[in-house]
């Protein structure tokens, strides 16, 4: 039998566990009721040597690694004798200086796979898989002018285009595609070009 000190101690404790276990509930049947993204997928093929060259970002999710770009965001691609592609990366810090990162991509799987892996670390550190990361091509024009890219997880996504200004049209077309592959815009950032 408990006494008038313990009982309510007790009851405190029994409140607080069924508030939790309460909200556990409710946290899960939020989480069933939120219908998860489809498995992302990138494009069938990708033709290689068509993507090689410049491109300019119109728009990405903010990351950590480009945190000190405040403008003119492109990347270069060019293609290596041994089938690997060197990757160049440059923006414009917000005191105007232009910086650069110079990388290294290949592809997995066929030679039209539209999977690859990027590095920015050393050569030497190659062998490590950490230091790869995924770039998949989710969505490019027929044409190859305008091109979404992400990865399986959809934590990052950039839109590439080969001029600093896409045709308005393409553009707002890939977006509602881009959702529909339940990626979330509200965290799209515009990207500044100069010209």
């Known amino acids: 039998m408990l006494n008038h000190v313990q009982a309510p101690k007790i009851m405190k404790y029994t409140l607080a566990a069924t508030a939790l276990a309460l909200s556990a ?23 290689v040597a068509r993507y090689m060259g410049d491109w ?38 917000a005191n105007g200086k232009m910086t650069q990162a110079v990388g290294a991509a290949r592809q997995i799987g066929e030679k039209n796979s539209p999977k690859l892996q990027v590095r920015f ?16 091509v989710i969505d490019i024009d027929p044409a190859y002018q305008l091109v979404a890219v992400s990865e399986p997880k959809r934590e990052y996504l950039w839109i590439l285009s080969r001029v600093s200004k896409a045709d308005p049209a393409a553009y707002e077309a890939l977006l509602g595609r881009l959702t529909r592959m339940g990626f979330d815009l509200n965290r799209l950032e515009v990207s500044k070009q100069g010209d």
Request: net charge neutral.
């Open 25 to 47: 509930n409710f946290s899960h049947a939020a989480d069933v009721a939120t219908p998860s993204p489809p498995v992302l997928t990138p494009i069938a093929s990708l033709d």
């Open 56 to 93: 300019y970002e119109l728009a990405k999710f903010p990351n950590r690694f480009q945190k000190q770009c405040a403008s003119d965001t492109r990347a270069q691609y060019n293609a290596q004798p041994d089938g690997t592609v060197q990757v160049i990366n440059r923006c414009r810090q």
């Open 121 to 136: 670390a050393p050569a030497w550190l190659s062998f490590i898989p950490a230091v790869w990361g995924d770039y998949w």
